[in-house]
């Protein structure tokens, strides 16, 4: 890939000077008597916050910042987004930056939230203009439609946090900067929030996520860098970073030393049995989210509805086609088929394979096709990302595809949770409810004319 | 960087400034009755107060120069009020807008512009008072039309001390209590409630130093006397102006760094 990547960080080194030697009760007058109002102003205690941190996250790819508290996380982030610069190396950032850092920050809580959303939006980079187009999109997404004329000292905590959000991600960043901020508002902010997201990443952005939900790590990032004491740990693909920090936090420093040992003597397979092995973003043909041997391939994924048309949103209850071009360059027969279905808090939904269900790989050889039909869809409204993988039967990898594909699920009862069950009310004796007047799902077939 | 770069980098920022002084201009009367006659009240408010000590309590102790007294005490209050709540404001600005430098990125210098401006704002409500106040006293004159000149140069010099004390309030926070006294003394060192041309001595050497008392002169010339001739006092301070906002610029950009870790 020519592209040049949207970040690239380059021995990265931040140093905070602390100015308070004794200084808690030091004031100017004093500065000024004694003459220290220039030793004052040089440092005589450092802080290593961050120490040779290198990497590079190409464009359009969600890049995972994981570690302990004080691991230099928010500082890696306050340098990216241009809050402070680095003590020592280079960083280059491609593209409008919005961080969503502290959200609602510089709102005033006297005027209202039209007023802020203006100024908000033209601190975050926009223009006026920009602003006013997506005035709409941004209340709306914030669902404050009735209290915009409301001054802000009057909104709930995640009233706030829910506008400072909406403006945030309407900036259309070209990289976006994400610092816990998920945590805020309800469940159903929260997956709006992951939503939105995932939109952006089908966008081909690039997205920079610092998180103590190592689950949504895993399942977002397609890269993750681990930062220990303001060095880099480890980095690479999720699975293996996030089990390498487990590992660790365990307080198993030991296993996780037996276990570089164990890569370094190149076993990767036999340290982390059905996970990636060291194929690392140098190896030829790497894709974010893809690894393998591509001794099987995986050419190319479709979701087709009842009509054989690919879509990507569906109702609960239609038919849902996965279906998977594969070639292999030469016979192979050793090789399973699996998917994995997750929701966009990285909840596994369902997984299955052809070797769990038993079935005897004979060979492939050339280009075929698998389909994976579920016949109906019962999940209840949200996004989805789906894995796909071909690997033999001890899970070695030949091609796994990590959430690159998404569908969302959409429907006219907001009921909640992942799966919902063919069901039915039954009311008898003195219960007496009026039944919903009769609504069909949303049809979203083409209409073929 | 130098003075320059910095008042390009404002001219690009100049609609956040701009919304941000409006925002500030609205927030400051949310919730009170005048709303937004406060700016023409308060001046008023302090004309009064000031009335009733130099005219009731202690009257004729004033040059002849200067009747009617309260015009000649507000053609001076009012660009004052303007210097003295810019540099008290800009002062705290930096760490009461923590939040906006530590969590996003922004530019910081943006906060103590918004300031000053803001006053300007409040100075220029008051204004069309003062025009009034001239009228009916027939005092008006052509030489009004230079106003905008001083008023330029006192916005450069105040631009200039707000940058400067508001990034060293970061890292000395006693200066915003020390400071509301040294503006005070600056005040009664300043010709606003006397007559500049009457001062003889160390009093007159001590004004001539005193930027402000040059630009309150030109003031009251311009409105009150309805001539002006200070051109050389004027003049020397628009120096003087260049040479703090280019100190107030390269001092604010030397602390930058330090000032989210400090806030």
């Known amino acids: 890939m020519s592209e040049t990547p949207a970040v690239v960080a380059r021995d990265l080194a931040k140093v905070y000077r602390r100015f308070q030697h004794r200084n808690q009760f030091k004031t100017l007058k004093s500065a000024l008597l004694t003459g220290s109002i220039v030793t004052d102003l040089t440092p005589d205690q450092t802080f290593t916050a961050l120490d040779g941190v290198s990497f590079e996250v190409p464009k359009g790819t969600t890049f995972g910042v994981i570690g302990e508290n004080g691991s230099g996380k928010s500082t890696l982030l306050k340098l990216l987004a241009g809050i402070t610069r680095p003590t020592r190396g280079t960083l280059d950032v491609q593209g409008r930056v919005s961080a969503l850092i502290e959200l609602g920050a510089g709102f005033h809580p006297e005027i209202s939230g039209r007023e802020n959303v203006a100024i908000n939006g033209i601190m975050l980079g926009l223009t006026r203009r920009e602003v006013a187009e997506r005035f709409r999109d941004i209340v709306a997404f914030a669902e404050l439609e009735r209290f915009i004329d409301a001054p802000v000292k009057t909104y709930s905590s995640g009233m706030y946090a829910r506008l400072g959000f909406a403006v945030a991600i309407h900036v259309d960043p070209d990289v976006l900067l994400i610092d816990e901020v998920l945590a805020v508002g309800d469940e159903a902010f929260t997956r709006k929030c992951l939503d939105k997201i995932g939109e952006f990443r089908r966008r081909g952005k690039t997205i920079l996520i610092v998180s103590h939900s190592l689950g949504l790590m895993e399942k977002m990032c397609d890269d993750v860098l681990w930062l220990r004491q303001g060095r880099v740990a480890d980095g690479g693909d999720p699975k293996r970073v996030v089990d390498a920090y487990l590992t660790y936090v365990a307080g198993g420093e030991e296993a996780l030393l037996a276990r570089e040992h164990g890569q370094a003597a190149g076993e990767p397979a036999a340290a982390v049995p059905d996970e990636a092995p060291g194929e690392e973003a140098t190896a030829p043909g790497y894709r974010e989210g893809r690894w393998g041997s591509r001794e099987v391939e995986i050419t190319a994924v479709r979701l087709l509805d009842d009509r054989g048309h690919e879509r990507h949103v569906y109702v609960p209850g239609e038919p849902l086609t996965i279906a998977l071009s594969v070639r292999a360059q030469a016979a192979v027969d050793d090789f399973v088929f699996g998917i994995g279905l997750f929701n966009a808090d990285g909840v596994s939904v369902y997984g299955t394979n052809t070797h769990l269900e038993e079935f005897e790989p004979g060979t492939i050889e050339g280009a075929g096709e698998v389909r994976f039909v579920i016949e109906e869809l019962r999940l209840v409204e949200g996004t989805y990302l789906l894995d796909v993988a071909a690997h033999r039967r001890d899970g070695t990898p030949y091609d796994y595809h990590r959430g690159l594909y998404t569908f969302r699920v959409k429907s006219r009862t907001k009921d909640v949770g992942v799966w919902r069950p063919h069901h039915r009310w039954s009311f008898s004796g003195g219960v007496a409810l009026e039944p919903p007047a009769a609504r069909a799902e949303l049809d979203l077939h083409e209409t073929e004319e | ?263």
């Not at chain 2, 069309?128 to 001239?134: A, E, G, H, K, R």
């Open chain 2, 1 to 263: 960087m130098s003075a320059l770069a910095e008042l390009r980098k404002l001219i690009r920022y100049r609609m956040l400034i701009q919304s941000l002084v409006g925002r500030e201009l609205k927030a400051r009367y949310r919730g009170s009755i005048l709303g937004f006659f406060w700016s023409f009240v308060n001046p008023l408010l302090q004309l009064l107060t000031y009335g009733l000590v130099f005219v009731v309590i202690l009257p004729g102790r004033h040059d002849p120069e200067m009747e009617p007294y309260l015009l000649f005490f507000f053609c001076g209050i009012l660009p004052w009020t303007w210097f003295n709540s810019s540099l008290l404001e800009a002062s705290g600005v930096l760490i009461s807008g923590g939040s906006l430098i530590k969590k996003v990125m922004f530019p910081a210098e943006v906060l103590p512009v918004v300031t000053v401006l803001t006053n300007l704002a409040h100075f220029v409500l008051g204004l069309p008072i003062l025009l009034l106040c001239l009228v009916v006293y027939g005092r008006l004159s052509p030489s009004a039309l230079l106003l905008p000149l001083p008023l330029a140069i006192q916005l450069l010099l105040t631009v200039g001390f707000a940058l400067l004390l508001s990034a060293l309030t970061v890292h000395f926070r006693d200066l915003q209590n020390i400071l509301s006294h040294l503006l005070h003394l600056w005040f009664f060192a300043s010709p606003v409630l006397y007559y500049y041309g009457a001062r003889t001595g160390l009093a007159r050497a001590l004004l001539r130093v005193n930027p402000m008392s040059h630009l309150l002169v030109s003031y009251q010339q311009m409105l009150f006397e309805g001539h002006f001739d200070h051109w050389r006092g004027l003049a020397a301070t628009a120096v003087v102006a260049v040479v703090v906002f280019a100190v107030g610029t390269f001092l604010f950009d030397r602390l930058r760094d330090t000032l989210a870790e400090e806030v």
